[in-house]
């Protein structure tokens, strides 16, 4: 990991405005918000979208690592929200920063999970590839674009923002990507779907995510068997890590895993007060966090885990 930067619309949003929202509906979402770990969070204006914010973040992390369009070999573009399907949106972003002829281009989709899953991709194709030395991956969803504002579960909780961090190759001895591990149980496919009745019904029509309430709690069972199983695959302890850069979705899921593992509070970087959710990019957001205020240092080891509708869940080690 050379550099990551991130993006947020300057449209900040406090759980007052969504208190008084759902109040007008009959419907007290003070104890939800606190669950979920909410104050403030981040919404576009008419004006943006995924893209946009994506094309920023990218333009962002090139200028901290000083580097050009033409030094991108690689370009990912992670997002649910995607502006365009035709032509995909790295093609944007590879327009905006003046990249190389050369350039490989990619759209990708793991939901919530996505960025993580891209990032894992990414690494791993860099190794078996000699001609990929340095990767941009984007992460960036508009969910404010497609949250019903008659359900809490999203409209309240989800945010926009972006992320884009640089892979590099390196003769650096043990930095670097280590290893991922995935957990998929399809059977929870119908809880979180858009468009509801696929495109072929909607195209045209306006339409937002169907968030089939569930406990969100059921995944961190497995979330703690695969993060033990790629620790010990790696011949590595909790106690190595040093710091989590976890799914920002529920701030109970978070403490849930923190008191599975015992983990010190000063290992935890927590974002999703301060972000809300930002679905895709919240692992990264969580990384720059860690970055620009010391808490990840490089060499230090970092623990990735997010979640994707679906359910999909991901979990990386990465040596900063």
């Known amino acids: 990991i050379k550099k990551v930067a991130i993006y947020h619309p300057e449209n900040l949003v406090t759980n007052e405005f969504y208190l008084e929202h759902f109040k007008e509906q009959g419907e007290d979402v003070t104890n939800f918000l606190t669950s979920m770990g909410r104050n403030e969070r981040y919404i576009i204006d008419n004006n943006e979208n995924s893209l946009t914010m994506g094309i920023e973040a990218a333009k962002r992390v090139l200028e901290k690592a000083q580097l050009t369009g033409k030094d991108i070999d690689m370009i990912v573009f992670s997002t649910q929200v995607p502006e365009h399907t035709l032509p995909t949106n790295a093609m944007f972003v590879h327009h905006e920063i003046g990249a190389s002829n050369h350039t490989m281009l990619l759209d990708s989709n793991a939901n919530c999970a996505g960025m993580t899953v891209a990032v894992d991709n990414a690494s791993r194709y860099m190794m078996a590839n000699r001609r990929i030395n340095r990767a941009l991956v984007i992460g960036s969803d508009a969910n404010s674009l497609i949250s019903n504002p008659e359900q809490a579960f999203t409209y309240a909780n ?127 957001v969580c990384l720059n966090e860690g970055i620009e205020t010391g808490r990840i240092k490089r060499g230090d080891i970092v623990l990735f885990w997010t979640i994707g509708a679906g359910h999909e869940m991901v979990a990386m080690l990465f040596k900063y």
């Open 158 to 284: 989800f945010s926009d923002a972006a992320a884009a961090i640089i892979l590099e190759k390196t003769e650096e001895a043990e930095t670097g990507f280590i290893d991922a591990v995935y957990e998929v149980d399809s059977a929870n496919r119908n809880n979180i779907i858009y468009p509801k009745e696929g495109f072929s019904q909607t195209i045209g029509k306006k339409e937002h995510i169907v968030f089939t309430p569930f406990d969100g709690a059921m995944a961190i069972p497995a979330a703690c068997e695969m993060i033990e199983n790629l620790l010990k695959d790696n011949g590595l302890t909790i106690e190595d890590v040093n710091s989590f850069c976890l799914s920002q979705f529920a701030l109970s899921n978070i403490l849930k895993i923190q008191d599975h593992f015992d983990i010190p509070e000063e290992k935890i970087v927590y974002v999703g007060d301060r972000y809300g959710y930002t679905s895709t990019s919240s692992p990264f």
